[in-house]
């Protein structure tokens, strides 16, 4: 019998590595219970599909519990974060999950999010232009984190001149969104950039409410759908945050996570540089490998039994994509890059109604930006031999990504 399975999420080589854990969890304990997150961990790719679309068993509205257990002057201190998370429709369970969803996507759907490649291509364009003469630069912060960020804010239509603010306020706000468990300091510091993050969103909502533009915001604001309903404006104001929160912390990962894979697969990347047709197969298989996407979190709504586990109301499950993307019970040889493969879907985006409302955007961005790279350097490798990865469960992603290139 081997050793109990001890997942202490934050030690650094299972962040570097979580996958040989996850295989342990996957083999030996697939409804396996974390003492120290006090939850319900699951690995395997059918038991994370069917959960994703078990809406009865299992609820999405994860803040609320969380939010009512909080004393008086805690709640308080959040005020912001509690005011707006409430209403994004990833934490919400139907009919306002299907209302919230339903209104958001009559203006963000695949034809608006399709519609933007030649603004990714000119943006990824412009930012590695910036880095003519280069010879060593960190892929993070000059690349694969502003471009997903100045695309949701064109398509928004906020300036591009707000960078360095949106994506401060951005990086703030993921202290509480991408923790489980945070310093107390540091939920002041999400509290204080939700609040400012509000105060831009609602001056911009208020200034396309007199002037409409041809961006989403303005079309969010004027949003009427066939029985007249329409976003209330602190609900606008939330589904802002959201598009930009949601629209590229996770594209940031899934860009710098991808182009990780392809240095370590050598033969993987010279496979795409001569064949950039490969790029929508490469992305899928890249998402698959190494994808953004850390844990879901849902509540137990109905006690019920899994793998002979009592799961009782209340508790908490945290559903492991990435793990499920490596289940061999669903690929052949999964710690392998194939950019060719061929298979079922990865789950990297959700599966069921919470699927991820944005992902044509997010693949447009890596179908633009993998080829390009590879079109714009003969070499890309990297300059240190062990990134460090973000400290969350949330996301799977790096602190920096620091690379060597030589020009084509
Ligand atoms: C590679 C990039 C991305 C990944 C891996 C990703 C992943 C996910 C996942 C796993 C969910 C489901 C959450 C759940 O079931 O609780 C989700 C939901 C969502 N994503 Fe994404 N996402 C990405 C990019 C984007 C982009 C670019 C946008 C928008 C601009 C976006 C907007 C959303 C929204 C609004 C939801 C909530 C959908 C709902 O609850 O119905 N995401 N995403």
Request: net charge negative.
């Given at each position: 019998m081997?050793?109990?399975?001890d ?9 570097a590595d979580?996958y040989?854990?996850f295989?342990r969890?996957r083999?030996e ?5 974390s003492?120290r ?6 690995t395997?790719?059918?038991d994370?599909?069917r959960v ?6 299992l609820?999405s509205?994860r803040l609320?519990?969380y939010f ?6 805690e ?9 707006y998370?409430?209403l994004w429709?990833v934490?919400k369970?139907?009919?306002e999950?299907?209302r919230?969803r339903?209104l ?8 608006s999010?399709?519609a933007?490649?030649?603004q990714?291509?000119q943006i990824?364009g412009?930012?590695?232009?910036r880095?003519?003469g280069?010879?060593?630069?960190d ?5 694969a984190?502003?471009l997903?960020?100045?695309?949701i804010?064109a398509?928004l239509g ?5 960078l ?8 703030d706000?993921?202290l509480?969104?991408?923790?489980s ?8 510091t999400?509290?204080?950039?939700t ?6 969103f609602?001056a911009?909502?208020d200034?396309?409410r ?6 989403l915001l303005?079309?969010?604001?004027h949003?009427r759908?066939?029985d007249?309903?329409r976003f ?8 802002c945050?959201m598009?930009?929160?949601?629209g590229?912390?996770?594209t ?7 182009l990780?894979?392809?240095?370590r697969f050598p033969q993987?990347m ?9 790029a929508p197969?490469a992305?899928?298989e890249l998402?698959?490998y190494d994808g953004?996407?850390?844990a ?7 006690t ?5 586990r ?5 508790q908490?499950?945290f559903?492991?994509l990435?793990a499920?993307?490596?289940?061999p ?5 999964p710690?392998r890059?194939d ?23 997010a693949?447009t ?9 590879l079109d714009?350097?003969r070499e890309i490798?990297?300059?240190v031999?062990?990134?460090q990865w973000i400290?969350?469960?949330?996301f799977?992603g790096m602190v920096s990504l ?5 020009r084509?």
């Amino acid at each position: 019998m081997s050793a109990a399975i001890d997942w202490r999420p934050d030690d650094p080589a299972t962040l570097a590595d979580p996958y040989p854990l996850f295989a342990r969890m996957r083999d030996e304990d697939p409804c396996h219970w974390s003492p120290r997150l006090k939850s319900w961990v699951l690995t395997r790719y059918d038991d994370v599909k069917r959960v994703c679309t078990d809406k009865d068993r299992l609820s999405s509205d994860r803040l609320r519990p969380y939010f009512a257990s909080l004393p008086g002057t805690e709640a308080q201190r959040i005020a912001n974060i509690v005011r707006y998370l409430s209403l994004w429709m990833v934490f919400k369970d139907p009919p306002e999950h299907t209302r919230l969803r339903r209104l958001a996507g009559k203006v963000f759907h695949a034809r608006s999010m399709q519609a933007m490649r030649p603004q990714v291509e000119q943006i990824a364009g412009w930012l590695l232009d910036r880095l003519d003469g280069r010879d060593e630069f960190d892929a993070i912060a000059e690349f694969a984190g502003p471009l997903p960020c100045l695309v949701i804010m064109a398509m928004l239509g906020v300036p591009r001149d707000a960078l360095g603010d949106v994506k401060r306020m951005s990086d703030d706000m993921a202290l509480f969104i991408g923790s489980s468990r945070i310093a107390a300091e540091k939920y002041d510091t999400a509290e204080g950039a939700t609040r400012e993050m509000a105060a831009f969103f609602r001056a911009l909502i208020d200034a396309r409410r007199r002037e409409p533009r041809d961006d989403l915001l303005s079309a969010l604001v004027h949003l009427r759908d066939d029985d007249g309903d329409r976003f209330s404006d602190d609900e606008l104001v939330a589904t802002c945050i959201m598009l930009l929160f949601a629209g590229h912390e996770t594209t940031t990962n899934h860009i710098a996570n991808g182009l990780l894979a392809l240095m370590r697969f050598p033969q993987q990347m010279a496979a795409l540089r001569a064949d950039p047709g490969l790029a929508p197969a490469a992305v899928e298989e890249l998402l698959r490998y190494d994808g953004p996407s850390g844990a879901q979190v849902r509540i137990v709504a109905q006690t019920h039994e899994l793998h002979g586990r009592v799961l009782e109301a209340g508790q908490r499950v945290f559903i492991m994509l990435n793990a499920a993307n490596r289940d061999p019970r669903a690929y052949d040889e999964p710690d392998r890059l194939d950019l060719a493969r061929d298979g079922v879907a990865h789950l990297t985006f959700g599966y069921g109604p919470h699927i991820c409302l944005g992902f044509p955007l997010a693949r447009t961005e890596g179908q633009v930006a993998f080829p390009l790279l590879l079109d714009r350097y003969r070499e890309i490798e990297p300059a240190v031999e062990q990134p460090q990865w973000i400290n969350s469960l949330v996301f799977r992603g790096m602190v920096s990504l620091p690379v060597r290139v030589r020009r084509a």
